[in-house]
C-alpha cells in the first residue's frame, strides 16, 4: 500500500499556490480529529450527498474560525446528478460564500480525496460537466490571499456530511449564520474539543 505523505504544490495560474495534503493510508486503526485553522484563517469543510438510484443530490458546508466558532452553514437539494457534481457543487457554493464574506485566507477540507486532487494538480478530466465544475473552482481560488485545501477522512468531516443530509430535507437553499441547525450542534462542540474518532479499515 502506497503511503502518501507528501505536501504537494498546485501550480499558480494568477498568484498563491493551493497546497495539498494528502494523509497517510495504513491498515491499522486511524485516529481522526478535525483541526482548527491558524489564528486569522477561516475553514471551510464541504460535502456532497447523492442517494437512491435516482441520484438525488445534496450539497453541504460549514464555516468556522481560529477558534472553531460557527460562522456559517448551508444545504440544497440540487435535484438528480452525480456524487462528483455533488461534491464539486458543495466546494463551489463554499467558495462563493467565501468571497461574499470577504474570508481571504482559506483552509478548504473534503472527504473526497481523488476530487482533491484533481483540482489540485488542475488535472484534466475526460467529464465535460465535471471539467466545467473543476475549472471554475480554480478560477475562483486564486481570488483568496492564501489557500490550503486538504483531504480528511469522513469522520473528520462529519458536521459538512451532516448539512449534506440536511440537504435532501429542504426545498431551496438556506444558509445558517453564527448559530448552527440543532442537528448540527453537538459535532460542532465535539469538533471545537478536539474529540478524537477511530476510523477502522
Same mark, same amino acid.
Given at each position: 500500500m502506497l503511503v502518501f505523505n507528501n505536501i504537494f504544490r498546485c501550480?499558480?495560474?494568477?498568484q498563491n499556490p =493551493?497546497?495539498?495534503?494528502?494523509?497517510?493510508?495504513?491498515?491499522?486503526?486511524?485516529p481522526v480529529s478535525w483541526?482548527? *485553522?491558524?489564528? /486569522?484563517?477561516?475553514?471551510?469543510?464541504?460535502? /456532497?450527498?447523492?442517494? /437512491?438510484?435516482? /441520484?438525488?443530490?445534496?450539497?453541504?458546508?460549514?464555516?468556522?474560525?481560529?477558534?472553531?466558532?460557527?460562522?456559517?452553514?448551508?444545504?440544497?437539494?440540487? #435535484?438528480?446528478?452525480?456524487?462528483?457534481?455533488?461534491?464539486?457543487?458543495?466546494?463551489?457554493? #463554499?467558495?462563493?460564500? =467565501?468571497?461574499?464574506? #470577504?474570508?481571504t485566507d482559506l483552509w478548504l477540507e473534503g472527504d473526497a480525496r481523488t476530487l482533491i486532487d484533481v483540482i489540485v494538480r488542475r488535472r484534466q478530466v475526460k467529464c465535460a460537466e465535471v471539467q466545467r465544475y473543476v475549472s471554475h473552482i480554480n478560477l475562483i481560488i486564486p481570488e483568496l490571499n492564501n489557500c490550503v485545501l486538504t483531504h480528511i477522512y469522513r469522520e473528520g468531516n462529519r458536521a459538512a456530511d451532516m448539512f449534506?443530509?440536511? #440537504?435532501?430535507?429542504?426545498?431551496? *437553499?438556506r444558509i445558517w449564520w453564527h448559530?448552527?441547525?440543532?442537528e448540527v450542534v453537538r459535532i460542532v462542540e465535539e469538533d471545537a474539543e478536539g474529540k478524537m474518532i477511530i476510523r477502522r479499515r
Open positions: 501550480h499558480r495560474l494568477i =493551493v497546497r495539498l495534503l494528502l494523509r497517510s493510508w495504513h491498515k491499522e486503526p486511524i483541526k482548527k *485553522p491558524e489564528i /486569522g484563517w477561516t475553514k471551510l469543510n464541504f460535502d /456532497g450527498s447523492c442517494k /437512491g438510484r435516482g /441520484g438525488k443530490g445534496s450539497i453541504g458546508g460549514i464555516i468556522r474560525n481560529h477558534k472553531a466558532e460557527f460562522l456559517l452553514g448551508y444545504a440544497e437539494s440540487i #435535484g438528480r446528478t452525480t456524487s462528483t457534481i455533488a461534491e464539486l457543487s458543495a466546494l463551489r457554493r #463554499g467558495l462563493e460564500l =467565501v468571497l461574499e464574506n #470577504g474570508w449534506a443530509q440536511i #440537504g435532501h430535507q429542504l426545498e431551496k *437553499p448559530v448552527p441547525p440543532n
